[in-house]
């Protein structure tokens, strides 16, 4: 099998989004500029890996633009 085989096989097999399970620990992570704010939500599974189980992305309104960076940030963690 070549390198790009094992390559296609590794991202087939790797588990992108995972069921949400309430006893393991969850991170947010938010991504911010001055035009959209993003926000995903990760979990840990039972060997520390944090895995994407949730994502939310949306464009600032034109009043929205000059908010200050920490505001934007609130804004995606509650929209999240």
Do not use: W
């Not at 959209?36 to 979990?43: A, D, N, R």
């Not at 890996?49 to 309104?61: D, E, G, N, Q």
């Amino acid at each position: 099998m070549s390198t790009f085989d094992d390559l296609k096989e590794d991202f087939y097999l790797a588990p992108i989004f995972v069921y949400f399970y309430p006893d393991h620990e969850c991170v947010v992570e938010t991504v911010q500029s001055d035009y959209i704010s993003v926000g995903i939500l990760l979990q840990l599974n039972d060997n520390d890996i944090l895995h994407l189980f949730a994502y939310f992305s949306k464009k600032h309104s034109i009043v929205k633009y000059n908010e200050e960076i920490y505001n934007k940030e609130l804004m995606a963690i509650k929209r999240t």
